[in-house]
């Protein structure tokens, strides 16, 4: 079972993406989605969740006030909405699903992942 990730792409500082993360074996809702990060020769980075028992959503400090993360149940997408971006957001992007009632900070709480979405940030 994996996640599919999309919509990156690059675009210049204080532009926008929408990341999208659906599955096609998965109910996305009856899971934790989180969106992680990674730079290059950087530690993955946890940036964003939507818990599973609710529509809490919890957000790192480096993006909290840009990103902002929601669901589609209909379509069983996740989104991530991208605004303000900046050099420093430059990375692939991952959606993880975690079989948990809270958003887990940790990669290895997570059951599935998505293949990974490139953004870049740049002028």
């Known amino acids: 079972v994996q996640l599919q990730a999309s919509g990156g792409g690059l675009v210049q500082p204080g532009g926008s993406l929408r990341l999208s993360c659906t599955a096609s074996?998965?109910?996305?809702?009856?899971?934790?989605i989180a969106w992680f990060r990674q730079a290059p020769e950087k530690e993955r980075e946890w940036i964003s969740c939507?818990?599973?028992?609710?529509?809490?959503?919890d957000y790192a400090d480096s993006v909290k006030a840009r990103f902002t993360i929601s669901r589609d149940g209909a379509k069983n997408t996740v989104f991530l909405q991208m605004n303000n971006l900046k050099p420093e957001d430059t990375a692939v992007y991952y959606c993880?699903?975690?079989?948990?009632?809270?958003?887990?900070?940790?990669?290895?709480?997570?059951?599935?992942w998505g293949q990974g979405t490139q953004v870049t940030v740049s002028s």
């Open positions: 993880a699903a975690a079989a948990r009632g809270f958003c887990p900070s940790y990669g290895s709480d997570y059951r599935y």
């Open positions: 074996e998965l109910t996305l809702r009856s899971y934790s």
């Open positions: 939507m818990r599973r028992t609710s529509t809490g959503t």
